[in-house]
């Protein structure tokens, strides 16, 4: 049988993908700009968690330097979006 901390990792692990799966959507549909941007960041978040949830489970430190890398990516990436949905330009 499975121990509790199994199970709570799968069911992390359906929610996280339902998110990614829900923010897809919200990247490919969304009415504005604005709400474009808005999906994709909660995606960076949502893959930065989903790389979290799976070092837990293989026991793995590479997840953790992954889930890093993809934080700051997202971070580096919506900032540019946002500097470029204000100004029209991304370099002064």
Same mark, same amino acid.
């Given at each position: 049988?499975?121990?509790?901390?199994?199970?709570?990792?799968?069911?992390? =692990?359906?929610?996280?993908?339902?998110?990614?799966?829900?923010?897809? =959507?919200?990247?490919?549909?969304?009415?504005?700009?604005?709400?474009?941007?808005?999906?994709?960041?909660?995606?960076?978040?949502?893959?930065? =968690?989903?790389?979290?949830?799976? @070092?837990?489970?293989?026991?793995?430190?590479?997840?953790?330097?992954?889930?890093?890398?993809?934080?700051?990516?997202?971070?580096?990436?919506?900032?540019?979006?946002?500097?470029?949905?204000?100004? @029209?330009?991304?370099?002064?």
């Amino acid at each position: 049988m499975d121990t509790l901390l199994e199970i709570a990792i799968g069911y992390a =692990l359906v929610c996280v993908l339902l998110a990614m799966l829900l923010c897809t =959507l919200r990247l490919l549909i969304g009415p504005s700009a604005h709400d474009r941007v808005l999906a994709l960041d909660t995606l960076w978040i949502s893959a930065m =968690l989903l790389a979290i949830v799976l @070092g837990i489970r293989f026991g793995t430190q590479v997840y953790f330097e992954v889930a890093l890398l993809v934080a700051l990516f997202g971070f580096a990436s919506t900032v540019a979006l946002a500097k470029f949905l204000m100004r @029209g330009e991304i370099i002064e």
